[in-house]
T-cell receptor, first 115, second 117 residues
Framework: GDSVTQMEGPVTLSEEAFLTINCTYT??????LFWYVQYPGEGLQLLLK?????DKGSNKGFEATYRKETTSFHLEKGSVQVSDSAVYFC??????????????FGKGTKLSVIP | SQTIHQWPATLVQPVGSPLSLECTVE??????LYWYRQAAGRGLQLLFY??????ISSEVPQNLSASRPQDRQFILSSKKLLLSDSGFYLC????????????????FGPGTRLTVL
């Protein structure tokens, strides 16, 4: 079945450090890929997405590139801020067929940014 | 603009008691609706989804049930809660209810934190 594997946290960085959160996936066909962010005590917000190979999703300084050859969708940011402290979820969705309504999530990576 | 509401925000219930969590969406028509559960230390698990009024699909067997009495209302229920039902319950919606393929993006509500004692 479909699965998403994220690097385990927690991740602690100093402000202005470079961030990478690794995400790899297993799925048939060509799924859509997402990064969601969950701030403390809140629901999930879509951060960025990519729907086909080599697409780059970007938002709020975060980027991720859909790499079909390595089945990866790593999240990066050049300079993190304290306000980026949150839990980040990588997810995929099949684009057709059984299970296409379902988002398959990774377990989440907690990021803490210290001043 | 579209908004999604969930209530209550937090809930503490004894084992064996009933449950009703409500989710409503505003600003859109005929959305797909979803219930997810986020258990401590685990990712999100899809529990139910609905593509229209009265149409519910269950992804995992459990003692929970869902109903969609109105186009933009989605209810999660249980007759008797178990300790293992504790978690953070998230409702989500996406565009294009009832059609294939569903919209890529799902929008999540603020969640309900349920503690079963």
């Amino acid at each position: 079945g479909d699965s998403v594997t994220q690097m385990e946290g927690p991740v602690t960085l100093s402000e202005e450090a470079f961030l990478t959160i690794n995400c790899t996936y297993t799925a048939t066909g060509y799924p859509s890929l997402f990064w969601y962010v969950q701030y403390p005590g809140e629901g999930l917000q879509l951060l960025l997405k990519a729907t086909k190979a080599d697409d780059k999703g970007s938002n709020k300084g975060f980027e991720a590139t859909y790499r079909k050859e390595t089945t990866s969708f790593h999240l990066e940011k050049g300079s993190v801020q304290v306000s980026d402290s949150a839990v980040y979820f990588c997810a995929l969705r099949r684009t057709a067929g059984a299970g296409s309504y379902q988002l398959t999530f990774g377990k989440g990576t907690k990021l803490s940014v210290i001043p | 603009s579209q908004t999604i509401h969930q209530w209550p925000a937090t809930l503490v219930q004894p084992v064996g008691s009933p449950l009703s969590l409500e989710c409503t969406v505003e600003g859109t028509s005929n959305p797909n609706l979803y219930w997810y559960r986020q258990a401590a230390g685990r990712g999100l698990q899809l529990l139910f989804y609905s593509v229209g009024i009265g149409q519910i699909s269950s992804e995992v067997p459990q003692n929970l049930s869902a109903s969609r009495p109105q186009d933009r209302q989605f209810i999660l229920s249980s007759k008797k809660l178990l300790l293992s039902d504790s978690g953070f319950y998230l409702c989500a919606w996406s565009v294009i209810g009832g059609a294939e393929p569903p919209s890529d993006t799902q929008y999540f509500g603020p969640g309900t934190r349920l503690t079963v004692l």
